[in-house]
């Protein structure tokens, strides 16, 4: 059984910068995970933020970014706002099977 | 605009049988994989399986292999996701979401709540 793992919970402070990861059980994450990040307001739905590890999506903020950092994949938010506090997940490709991370919880403090 | 439209709130009785759905619109609904992700109470997410729509090629998560089932109607541009027998269990959040470049996703419905409680 695959699992893949993220910080519990983090917290950041307005307008600093903090960098979220996600770590595969198989190994070093590369870019053949194809790397997913998503976001997850309460009550709303997940709203994809990073595909293919670094590439944004049309409606993704300037401050976040995806990379791969020391075997792992990383979201990096640059200039932290209020409303960057949520439930962050990260979705590892394996081949025709997906798994995502337990969620990190960031906290802007 | 890229839309997927879940259908609504399901109250249900374990034993009882049950399909849910996933409508897209504004974009070619057979070019694209649509997935299913189960959210239980407080709990992170986790992939069910995906559906090509085109030809309903279908793969399920090992955990769910057996326990559901995943279909389309490409007829209709709708997505389904589908119980024969609730348990108490299956009480979560479903999500359906769009699969870009057969690995990637992007848009997402809005959920739709399942409880099953006798």
């Known amino acids: 059984q695959t699992v893949v793992t993220q910080e519990p919970s983090l917290t950041a402070s307005p307008g600093g910068t903090v960098t979220l990861t996600c770590a595969s059980s198989t190994g070093a994450v590369t870019s053949g995970y194809y790397p997913n990040w998503f976001q997850q307001k309460p009550g709303q739905a997940p709203r994809a933020l990073i595909y293919s590890t670094s590439n944004k999506h049309s409606w993704t903020p300037a401050r976040f970014s995806g990379s791969l950092l020391g075997g792992k994949a990383a979201l990096t938010l640059s200039g932290v706002q209020p409303e960057d506090e949520a439930e962050y997940y990260c979705l590892l490709y394996y081949g025709g099977d997906w798994v995502f991370g337990g969620g990190t919880k960031l906290t802007v403090l | 605009e890229v839309q997927l439209v879940q259908s609504g709130a399901e109250v249900k009785k374990p034993g009882e049988s049950l399909k849910i759905s996933c409508k897209g619109s504004g974009y070619s609904f057979t070019t694209y994989w649509i997935g299913w992700v189960r959210q239980m109470p407080e709990k992170g997410l986790e992939w069910m399986g995906i559906i090509y729509p085109g030809d309903s090629d279908t793969r399920y998560s090992p955990s769910f292999q057996g326990q559901v089932t995943i279909s389309a109607d490409k007829s209709i541009s709708t997505a389904y996701l589908q119980w024969s027998s609730l348990k108490a269990s299956d009480t979560a959040m479903y999500y359906c979401?769009?699969?870009?470049?057969?690995?990637?996703?992007?848009?997402w419905g809005q959920g739709t709540l399942v409880t099953v409680s006798s």
């Open positions: 979401a769009r699969l870009f470049g057969g690995r990637e996703f992007d848009y």
